[in-house]
């Protein structure tokens, strides 16, 4: 087949989608757009005017499943410019409210939005109707609740948590708030090894770009709210200089932000970048997990991004256990300042990548520029160029499996557009 | 025999709120006039399907799903159903919520994974709008206590509880 034409239409609905367009001639990609609405460029709007300390609570609304994200890198940008420095307690809390949101965020995208395309099924309704793999989507649901269960006692609720502010916590939980979570953590631990082992019986197609895999490095722990930004290509700076190597613009095409590097090059961003870059760090269940699996690390094909994403989860788990029975109840739990002008920048690993925000505040602390780089507006020009290197490789295939195939490829990235499994939604037309 | 009134919506997306609207006003009227129940009921408001969805229908014999729909017919306009399994995928029915999962793929969920009560309701309202902000428009307004009254005969309750 030298011809295909696949066309996914734009869904107007509320917080982003995505659209897909390839049309292929004579065996050459005339046309590849991949248009996701991303929306944090309102966001930086809305944020001009408000207090630092609303901040965190706007940025949180960008994402229902990973506001976390969205809190920890504005929370940390913040600081920086009002000279906060917050406890280690605070630190260790961050850490575990981090792990909550790594461990619903990634449990979701691994069993109920990317194994439906590794294992042929239309979606995880139906997935789950096969008996033999009822299972692991009833494990998957109760690990994603662990997730939500966790963001609710440390955060207030199990979405857009409430607690987390701008010096640390509104209110900390106790110890044994926190302990009442521990026998569903150790039988989640033991999970998600079990799901590291399933993850990498799955066939993964024979395809690895040579990325820029980019991501946080510290030198003493598994990258989440702190360290350098980091890439396989020998980038190696501090936070303050990201907008110097990594440039955000408009492309014509779609209403999302692309990021890019300084010399027009895309790099990837996410787990995979992640595990590939800290595999020293990774918890040693993790660690172990990953090397039982028979899957070499570190790793350029995307498609292994499932095994990363259930890795980290074994290391959340881990960490999270960790944190609970080591647990100090920060008193105070926040720590306050006085409003102070001035520019402050910071980068966490949000489920989907890094998370830069800047902002710029007045004496009066009100916000007078935003910027946010999301995970998914990094990856984009990234996607596309997988795209059109992965298109070649399904010519051969049958239309409605060229089609499966390339949305599955843009899956790997766990897009945060509001509907991943959307893309399986397609209208497609043979030339 | 218990029966749960679920009212599914975002009450600041103006009429999409419908959903928790009657459920919440059918909940203050029956513990206002101190009804004593000839049978169980209970009521939940959820403000976005999600697979929370999935615990909190799990262990009934009767679920009412209350929610708000646009399906072309006049707003406050209303639907009844009986749900069957793959009932609102053969119509075509979109997911109408961000990230994932929507009513019926959640009702369909609940069904493969055992957790769906026996008997499924839905009833619907068209809607006029869901734009940003509190209230329901005057036409949905006016079908809220049609709802409610419908809803009092279907479950034969004189009382309920919360949850």
């Given at each position: ?5 696949i066309k ?5 609905r509320v ?18 757009e991949?248009?996701?609405f991303e929306?944090?460029?309102f ?10 300390m609303?901040?965190?609570d ?6 229902g499943?990973?506001?976390v ?12 410019i009002l ?5 280690p ?28 395309d ?5 979606s995880a309704i ?30 207030g609720?199990?979405v ?14 106790t ?9 569903d953590f ?14 990498a ?7 690895a770009?040579?990325y820029?895999?980019v ?5 003493d ?6 360290g ?8 190696d ?7 110097d ?11 999302a932000v ?5 010399h ?16 020293e760090?990774l ?50 739990s926040?720590?306050t300042a006085?409003?102070?002008a001035?520019?402050g920048?910071?980068?966490?690993e949000?489920p989907r990548?890094i998370?830069y925000h ?5 004496d009066?602390?009100?916000v007078?520029?935003a ?11 990234r996607m596309?160029?997988d ?5 070649p490789?399904v010519?051969e ?8 195939r390339c ?6 990235y ?16 043979r030339? | 025999m218990?029966?749960?009134?679920l ?7 103006s ?5 928790p ?6 909940q203050?009227?029956?513990?206002k ?6 049978r169980?009921?209970e ?5 976005q399907p ?21 399906g072309?017919q006049p707003?406050g ?6 749900w ?14 961000s ?11 609940a ?13 619907g309202?068209?809607i ?6 509190q209230g329901?428009?005057?036409t949905?307004?006016?079908?809220v206590e049609g ?5 009092a005969?279907?479950v034969?309750?004189k ?5």
């Open positions: 087949m030298t011809h295909l034409n996914v239409p734009y869904m107007a917080e982003g989608e995505g659209a897909l367009d390839i049309v292929v001639e004579d065996g050459e990609i005339k046309h590849l991949l248009n996701i929306p944090p460029r966001f930086e709007a809305f944020l001009q005017g408000r207090g630092y609303e901040v965190p706007i940025t949180a609304r960008i994402c499943i990973c506001p994200a969205y809190q920890m890198s504005s929370a940390h940008a913040l600081e920086k000279e906060i420095e917050i406890t307690e605070i630190r260790a809390l961050r850490r575990l409210l981090y792990c909550a949101e790594w461990i619903e965020s990634h449990v979701l995208h691994i069993y109920l939005l990317h194994a439906p590794f294992l042929g099924y239309e139906s997935m789950a109707a096969n008996p033999d793999l009822l299972p692991a989507v009833q494990q998957a649901l109760r690990m994603k609740k662990h997730g939500n269960e966790l963001l609710a006692v440390i955060g609720r199990e857009h948590p409430l607690s987390p502010t701008v010096g640390g916590f509104y209110r900390a939980p110890k044994k708030e926190l302990l009442a979570l521990r026998d150790e039988w989640g631990l033991e999970a998600s090894i079990a799901s590291v082992a399933w993850a019986t799955l066939d993964f197609p024979d395809f770009p040579d820029e895999m991501c946080l490095s510290h030198p722990e598994y990258p989440m709210n702190e350098r930004v980091v890439s396989s290509k020998g980038l700076i501090p936070m303050e200089a990201f907008e190597f990594f440039i955000n613009n408009h492309v014509a095409h779609s209403n692309q990021v890019h590097r300084e027009g090059g895309s790099y990837h961003t996410g787990p995979l970048a992640r595990v590939n870059l800290n595999l760090k918890s040693p269940l993790a660690r172990k997990a990953l090397d039982d699996s028979g899957i070499a690390f570190p790793t350029n094909n995307p498609f292994m991004s499932i095994v990363a994403r259930a890795v980290e989860v074994v290391h959340a788990y881990e960490e999270a256990l960790q944190i609970i029975d080591n647990y100090v109840r920060p008193v105070p926040r720590i006085t409003p102070k001035g520019v920048c910071h980068v966490t949000a990548g998370l800047r902002y710029q505040l007045n009066k602390g009100l007078e520029r910027r946010i780089d999301a995970p998914t507006a990094q990856n984009l020009q596309e160029e795209l059109r290197a992965f298109v490789q010519l295939l049958p239309h409605d499996e060229a089609t499966l949305e599955q490829l843009v899956r790997n766990d897009p945060c557009i509001s509907c991943a499994t959307h893309f399986m939604k397609l209208n497609i037309e030339k | 218990t029966t749960l009134i009212g599914i919506g975002n009450e600041w997306a009429d999409d709120g419908v959903g609207e009657v459920v919440r006003r059918l203050g009227r029956w513990q006039e101190g009804r004593e129940p000839d169980e009921v009521f939940s408001i959820l403000a999600d697979l929370s969805l999935l615990d909190r229908i799990a262990g009934y014999s009767d679920l009412i799903v209350v929610d708000a729909v646009v072309g707003p306009t209303i639907h009844r159903e009986t069957e399994p793959g009932m609102l995928v053969e119509r075509g029915v979109q997911r109408a919520s990230h994932g999962f929507g009513v019926h793929e959640l009702l369909e969920m069904a493969v994974m055992g957790k769906l009560p026996p008997r499924v309701q839905l009833i309202i068209e006029a709008s869901t734009e940003p902000g329901l428009s005057a949905v307004a006016q079908a709802v409610m009254e419908e809803l005969e279907m034969g309750a009382g309920a509880r919360a949850i």
